[in-house]
């Protein structure tokens, strides 16, 4: 940040925000990067060998954005708290420490996937090396103590929006912390039978993204649409408290795309199919009510003449729109046509799941995080409207370019294994390496690493972007 001109109520809570995004930024950077070079040994195996496996760099690149997200969704919470309660958040002494402790945390176990990779089979590999459990590979340790940092989290929420003023956006936050803490306890047991194991992981993997996140994501939008656009509360308030009843319920169902392969019943596969795609529509009704309301005031002027319609952040404004609708396309588009029972019997385990999985945690979450850290650069800095840069524009459409790019070739490798490995051969392990071997797969394969090159020059731009944000001229104080 170029410099800091947070004052009033809320000060320190928006600190320790700042604090919080800017972690998350580097975890970002470390996450393009290990996904680069996992990209690159798909395409050369010999890259890095023995240095950097590609199990190594596919688990430090998974758990980078998992770990980069949840750090954001702290800050956002940390920033927007004091400006809808009214008060300082509670117990913000405990919420710094419990920042350096997670961060702390965080770089330890980083710096064991890195130099000691793998351990024996042993209780002594789970609780100091990993788990093994695929996305979240984290060892015990460390799960309880995000567990331990979360419950802070959640006492300081809790605390804060009992004590201040009550808004539909805090309620829902409360309300959603209490099942974003519950639901991480599902990944932190084993169990013997592994179609049991995998039931209660996927309730982690999915539903834990699918419900708590995408209730985090109407929340953070709700706020940013009053912040930057002024819209009605009660209208953004009203289609989030539809998404959530849309994403608790549809969210539970809508896991049952999964649970036909782990040996349940095959009626799970249609009711999966049908609500994992019904997740998205609220929030795209938010936005498309929003900006109606938000368009009919265009020229409109308020009585010292200025025009009410102004952007107050543009580049933050720029992310949230995406959001809206990389939301619909990653999330609902992507994850519906390759869900549909008759389609998942052969794109399952493909590189469609690949190419659904980027681009839904790109357009869910993603960017409506960089929105998010980029009103708190505005607040930071006392800047009252916030124009593009040649960086801000250029960071957008690369990132957003060589992932629509990546999610196509991604795309396409899907069709080759579905149409080679599946289709005409079977299944079997020739199959597979057949698909492997063809050459529209190796073609995408070499796509895909182009793209992830372009985002990474992206996310370059956008870390320039935000260290130089305060200093550029465009802007109105």
Same mark, same amino acid.
């Given at each position: ?8 109520? *809320? ?5 320790? &925000? ?102 024996? &089979? ?96 109407? &929340?953070? &939008? ?31 169902? *809508? ?70 609708? *990389? ?142 944000? *305060? ?7």
């Amino acid at each position: 940040m170029a410099s800091n001109h947070l004052t009033g109520i *809320g000060r320190e809570s928006k600190q320790l &925000a700042t604090w919080y995004f800017t972690f998350a930024a580097i975890l970002f950077g470390a996450q393009l990067l290990f996904g680069l070079v996992a990209a690159i040994q798909y395409v050369m195996p010999a890259f890095l060998f023995e240095v950097l496996d590609f199990s190594v760099a596919r688990m430090l690149h998974i758990n980078a954005l998992v770990v980069w997200m949840v750090f954001a969704m702290f800050g956002a919470v940390y920033w927007l708290l004091p400006d809808e309660t009214g008060i300082e958040t509670v117990g913000i002494k405990i919420g710094k420490l419990l920042f350096w402790v997670f961060a702390a945390a965080i770089v330890v176990v980083v710096l064991v996937y890195l130099f000691i990779q793998v351990g024996p &089979a042993d209780e002594m590999s789970i609780w100091f090396i990993h788990e093994g459990r695929e996305y979240i590979e984290a060892p015990r340790w460390a799960d309880f103590g995000i567990v331990v940092v979360a419950l802070g989290f959640v006492a300081n929420l809790f605390l804060t929006g009992i004590k201040g003023k009550q808004t539909g956006i805090v309620t829902v936050l409360m309300a959603d912390m209490i099942a974003f803490s519950g639901l991480y306890l599902c990944g932190m047991f084993f169990t013997d039978n592994i179609s049991m194991d995998q039931y209660w992981w996927w309730w982690v993997i999915h539903l834990w993204v699918e419900a708590t996140w995408e209730v985090y994501v109407g &929340a953070l &939008a709700a706020y940013g649409l009053i912040t930057m656009l002024g819209a009605h509360r009660k209208v953004v308030e009203m289609w989030l408290w539809i998404e959530v009843t849309m994403l608790f319920g549809s969210g539970i169902l *809508g896991l049952g795309h999964h649970y036909f392969w782990i040996g349940t019943p095959e009626y799970w596969w249609e009711i999966g199919a049908l609500f994992s795609a019904l997740e998205p529509l609220p929030l795209v009704a938010m936005f498309i009510h929003v900006l109606y309301d938000w368009g009919k005031t265009q020229g409109e002027q308020d009585a010292q003449g200025k025009e009410v319609s102004v952007i107050r952040n543009k580049p933050a404004f720029t992310w949230f729109v995406l959001n809206a609708f *990389g939301n619909f396309l990653g999330a609902g588009i992507w994850g519906f046509f390759h869900t549909l029972p008759q389609v998942n019997l052969y794109t399952h385990g493909t590189q469609f799941t690949s190419a659904h999985g980027h681009l839904a945690f790109y357009g869910a979450y993603a960017t409506i995080l960089v929105g998010m850290m980029y009103i708190a650069i505005q607040g930071t800095n006392g800047i009252k409207v916030m124009n593009h840069t040649k960086s801000s524009i250029w960071a957008v459409s690369l990132l957003t370019g060589g992932m629509m790019g990546m999610t196509v070739a991604l795309t396409i490798a899907g069709y080759v294994q579905v149409l080679v490995s599946r289709a005409q051969m079977g299944a079997t392990w020739a199959a597979y390496f057949d698909g492997q071997s063809g050459i529209w797969f190796a073609q995408a394969m070499d796509w895909r690493l182009i793209m992830g090159v372009v985002m990474f020059a992206g996310f370059a731009l956008l870390a320039k972007d935000f260290l130089t944000t *305060g200093k550029a001229p465009v802007h109105q104080r």
